[in-house]
């Protein structure tokens, strides 16, 4: 079955250091890739989009790459702030059909010391 | 734009009852995605509807339904609850398929 990896373990960076997520897939061949951030309490807030042909997306601090052969994304946050910590959660999404279903990995919490 | 609203924020049930959970989209959006969040199990997708019409859905039992009307707005509801039903359940929309999906607070649902 479908399976989507990310690090189980909080992340723990300093303040001002790039922070470098990963999520990893098996079983499965998703056309688009997604990223979001939530902060406890609320729903998820979309960040960055990659679509399988492409290999690197950026977006202000922000970093996504895509390597369909790996099976991988990463996601970097570079000079990370205090308030970039939240739980990050990578989604998939197929190709074909009439669907707009998103599979979450289970998420890796950043922490950020000041 | 507003956001992404649902309603109630909370409630807590009872074995055996049901519930009926809201979900008012962003204007504009006709997509409503629904999803259930638990610690152990993550965020799941229960299904999709798309003008009035489910598009997919998920691997949950018969006792998950839903529903969206002509405004977009949609409803989800879960029948003969379990104590395992308890959870976060999210609603999301989005102009169409391969976009952003925008998510509401959620429904903090409690069965006792």
């Known amino acids: 079955s479908q399976k989507i990896e990310q690090n189980s373990e909080a992340l723990n960076i300093q303040e001002g250091k790039t922070a470098t997520l990963t999520c990893n897939y098996t079983?499965?061949?998703?056309?688009?890739l997604q990223w979001y951030r939530q902060d406890p309490g609320r729903g998820p807030v979309f960040l960055l989009l990659?679509?399988?042909?492409?290999k690197e997306k950026r977006k202000e601090r922000l970093k996504v790459t895509f390597d369909t052969t790996l099976k991988q994304s990463l996601f970097h946050i570079t000079a990370s702030q205090p308030a970039d910590s939240a739980t990050y959660l990578c989604?998939?999404?197929?190709?074909?059909?009439?669907?707009?279903?998103?599979?979450f990995g289970t998420g890796t919490l950043l922490a950020v010391q000041p | 734009k507003a956001g992404v609203t649902q309603t109630p924020r909370y409630l807590i049930k009872t074995r055996g009852q049901q519930v009926t959970l809201s979900c008012s989209p962003i204007?504009?959006?006709?997509?409503v995605s629904w999803y259930q969040q638990t610690p152990g199990q993550g965020l799941q997708f229960l299904f999709e509807?798309?003008?009035?019409?489910?598009?997919n859905k998920g691997n949950f039992p018969g006792r998950f339904s839903g529903r969206q009307f002509s405004n977009s707005r949609s409803e989800m509801n879960v029948s003969t609850l379990e104590l395992g039903d308890s959870a976060l359940y999210l609603c999301?929309?989005?102009?169409?398929?391969?976009?952003?999906?925008?998510f509401g607070p959620g429904t903090r649902l409690t069965v006792l």
């Open positions: 509807y798309f003008s009035e019409t489910q598009r």
């Open positions: 204007s504009g959006h006709r997509s």
């Open positions: 079983n499965y061949s998703p056309a688009y």
């Open positions: 990659i679509r399988e042909n492409e």
């Open positions: 999301a929309s989005s102009l169409n398929k391969h976009n952003e999906q925008f």
């Open positions: 989604a998939l999404e197929g190709r074909s059909g009439a669907t707009n279903k998103l599979i």
